[in-house]
């Protein structure tokens, strides 16, 4: 039995998730969870930190030691609730909070100061996971490919694994082949920040707000003619492409339409440019099993099955895994991998040089 913990801290910055795993050779299981929700100043904080500003390297500081005592606070309440002592647990693996991401300059961010997470847990910890693919020339994201792999491949059936979080990213697993894998672009953060620009909500529930709108081919198309979805992969995405300044600019193009409309549109987009990606990554699908919140919205579940109407559209909840945690498991699993030796990059994935132990080890 080796026990670890994930830390993940999504693009959409609505909480923290903790994982509790064991791992037991190449099995993974999950053990318990936590959840904490993002809290509304240090969600501020860290949005903010998304783009340039002044004294951001001393906010930046500030700002991670207020998220290592939330997810402190979360580990204890978690290993209380399981009788787990801290001692037990082999280490953390800890995502971070991606604060930018500029893959082409040799730049990605995630904070959340391992030094002090170490301190007060008194747990080793695992993180700065992505910077080392990035120095063997890859984008440094997505690296949970390998992890869909472990969980998910099947020697029978063609599979693509969706991820719907702030963004999306796709996992081609097919029998006898090498994993593949990239950012397909916006999942759910222009949904959240159009609904809460118009409606102060944190996000469309079920996807019923843009059900209830049309899409507008139009603006379908000019949001469709960015470069990032011309682009094939590796490639990686985050909110210095796509966030609401980018939005307003493309409506500014456009006459004005109903608020509903553009949630609609923006839902199709979603599915739209995972669709596109996936047939022009796979020549068959047999089954997309979706993970991350986006697996919650109906109304986006109902199109990406319409859209695939010969592959099995289901959350990953159908084979046996809770979309909310497959990240945070996912980062667990990578700790463990650090301390094994074993390369989890995937050069057919991010397009690093080749396979490289990831993360940075911060010991109890
Ligand atoms: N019931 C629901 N209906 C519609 N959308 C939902 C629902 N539950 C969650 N979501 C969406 O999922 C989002 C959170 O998803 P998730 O936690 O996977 O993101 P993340 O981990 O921050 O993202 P990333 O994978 O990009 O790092 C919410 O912001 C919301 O848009
Ligand atoms: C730089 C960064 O934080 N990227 C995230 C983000 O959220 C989804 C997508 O964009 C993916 O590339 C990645 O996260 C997951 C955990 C990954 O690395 O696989």
Known sequence: ???????????????????????????TRLLGTHYLPMPADLRTDLLALCSPGPDELVRAALAEQHWVRLAAQGIDDLLRQQRIQPTQIRAIGS???????????????QIGNAALLAECTGISVVSDFRRRDL???????????????????????????????????????????????????????????????????????????????????????????DPFFLTQGPKSTGRE??????????LAKLPAMMPED???????????????ALQAAQDRTDELLVCGGGAHNRTLMKRLAELLPATRVASTEAYGISPDWIEAMAFAWLAHCCLEGIPANRPSVTGARGPRILGAIYPA
Not at 12 to 24: C, F, N, V
Not at 95 to 109: E, K, L, S
Not at 241 to 250: I, P, T, Y
Request: with cysteine.
């Open 241 to 250: 492409l796509f966030n609401m300044r980018w939005l307003s600019q493309q």
């Open 1 to 27: 039995m080796a026990l670890y913990l994930g830390v993940m801290s999504g693009t959409s910055l609505d909480g923290i998730d903790i994982a509790l795993i064991d791992q037991e050779d190449t099995h």
């Open 262 to 276: 553009v949630q609609a549109t923006l839902l199709e987009l979603t599915a739209t440019s995972i669709f596109d």
């Open 135 to 225: 120095a063997a020339g890859g984008q440094g994201a997505p690296l949970v490919p390998a992890f869909h792999q472990a969980l998910f491949a099947d020697d029978n059936s063609q599979r693509a694994i969706l991820n719907i979080g702030g963004f999306s990213n796709l996992t081609l697993i097919e029998p006898g082949k090498q994993v593949y894998g990239f950012d397909c672009g916006p999942g759910n953060v222009l949904l959240d920040a159009w609904i809460q620009h118009q409606q102060g909500l944190e996000f469309d529930r079920g996807g019923d707000w843009a059900a209830s709108g049309q899409v507008q081919p139009i603006l379908l198309k000019t949001l469709l003619g």
């Open 95 to 109: 995502h971070g909070q991606t604060v930018r991401h500029h893959p082409a300059q040799g730049v990605t961010i």
